[in-house]
């Protein structure tokens, strides 16, 4: 084993130890996936470098692999985008959130054409802009890689410990009707209520959802009907009526469970898509329980996926804000100076 190689992996245990510090004291932060991507990333080095040591040439045909293998799944991404894309206005309507796959591959499909176009035409200022365009989305490449990781990484994780209350999270109605969406958080709420009563605990369930347009009764009204329809006992079934947004989602039930039981644990539910930032959101709101998702449509995964990446970027605008200047200045100040 090489000297390299020791630093690696000692580099990569220490990422680990901070991964498993954070996530010990609260693992509904995004700071933990951090920690754990670039402790994988130390390791990957750590072996290549002691596969080097072992035979050279089977580490150079490794990094030629990956060399080869980059451009590929760049391209193989974006036209997946693209399709997808496809798939859900044909699916889900012509809708801006509806675009965000569709954006994203040919936002990368254009990135590749600029980077072509920029090898070819010798102008400064083009250079400088793909050098701008180059940082920013290796920023945003290594957030989304790091946001990846730990989503699934959490959502794998199942809490233990016994819970007062079930929260499922509202996700739109059809006049009174329950959409499939709906209706998988609801079966996993479900689910999760009667293993706590198999275990001998007997948790309230929570419907969190205002009313909202093109909705002819509240979501948290329909919600507990479809509950009840299925054999959960009604007196069992608590209403938060009130809520347009998840992070009133989640402060509206917390009222709720407060004022029920002050020393309260509950079990948020939604879709798999959305858990790390509904986890995000309850952290925030000093809710005391964790998130577990309910599977969602193939086709309708990456751009639920995709917007809620930009909405956690939104929320913290400021330091992506900043990082992202310091990306634009670190290749602009060279070229003018």
Same mark, same amino acid.
């Given at each position: 084993m090489t000297t390299a190689s020791v630093y690696s992996y000692g580099i990569a245990l220490l990422w680990f130890l901070f991964?498993?510090? %954070?996530?010990?004291?609260?693992?509904?932060? &995004?700071?933990?996936?951090?920690?754990?991507? &670039? %402790? $994988?990333?130390?390791?990957?080095?750590? $072996? &290549?470098?002691?596969?080097?040591? =072992? %035979?050279?040439? @089977?580490? %150079?045909?490794?990094? #030629?692999?990956?060399? =080869?293998?980059? *451009?590929?799944? #760049?391209?193989?991404? /974006? +036209?997946?985008?693209?399709?997808?894309?496809?798939?859900m206005v044909r699916r889900e309507g012509l809708r801006p959130v509806n675009?965000?796959?569709?954006? @994203?591959?040919?936002?990368?499909? /254009?990135?590749? +054409?600029?980077?072509?176009?920029?090898?070819?035409?010798?102008?400064?200022p083009l250079g400088v802009v793909g050098d701008v365009m180059t940082g920013l989305l290796a920023y945003l490449g290594f957030l989304f890689a790091c946001f990846l990781l730990y989503s699934f990484v959490y959502g794998r994780i199942r809490p233990k410990r016994g819970v007062d209350f079930i929260v499922v999270l509202g996700a739109g109605l059809i006049g009174e009707r329950v959409p499939p969406l709906l209706a998988s958080r609801l079966e996993r709420g479900r689910t999760a209520f009667d293993a706590a009563v198999a275990r001998g605990v007997e948790p309230a369930l929570i419907t969190s959802g205002g009313q909202g347009p093109g909705e002819d009764v509240? !979501? @948290? =009204? @329909?919600?507990?009907?479809?509950?009840?329809?299925?054999?959960?006992?009604? !007196?069992r079934v608590l209403l938060e009526d009130r809520s347009t947004t998840t992070w009133e989602n989640l402060t509206f039930s917390k009222? #709720?469970?407060?004022?029920?039981? *002050?020393?309260y644990r509950c079990l948020v539910v939604t879709n798999n898509f959305h858990v790390l930032r509904a986890a995000l959101l309850a952290r925030k709101a000093k809710l005391n329980g964790q998130v577990i998702g309910s599977p969602t449509a193939w086709y309708f995964w990456p751009t639920a996926t995709l917007r809620e990446f930009v909405a956690i970027l939104v929320?913290?605008?400021? =330091?992506?804000?900043? #990082?992202g200047l310091l990306i634009v200045l670190a290749a602009v100040l060279p070229a003018i100076g």
């Open positions: 991964f498993l510090v %954070s996530f010990i004291r609260d693992r509904r932060r &995004l700071r933990n996936g951090v920690y754990l991507f &670039l %402790s $994988l990333v130390f390791l990957g080095f750590g $072996l &290549l470098m002691t596969l080097a040591s =072992v %035979s050279s040439t @089977a580490a %150079s045909i490794v990094v #030629i692999a990956v060399v =080869v293998l980059i *451009p590929l799944l #760049i391209v193989g991404l /974006a +036209v997946f985008l693209v399709a997808n894309g496809v798939t675009l965000l796959s569709l954006a @994203a591959g040919l936002g990368i499909f /254009a990135f590749v +054409v600029f980077q072509a176009v920029r090898q070819a035409v010798d102008w400064p509240p !979501e @948290a =009204v @329909a919600m507990a009907e479809y509950l009840v329809s299925r054999g959960v006992d009604r !007196e009222e #709720i469970m407060v004022e029920q039981r *002050p020393d929320e913290h605008w400021v =330091v992506n804000g900043v #990082i």
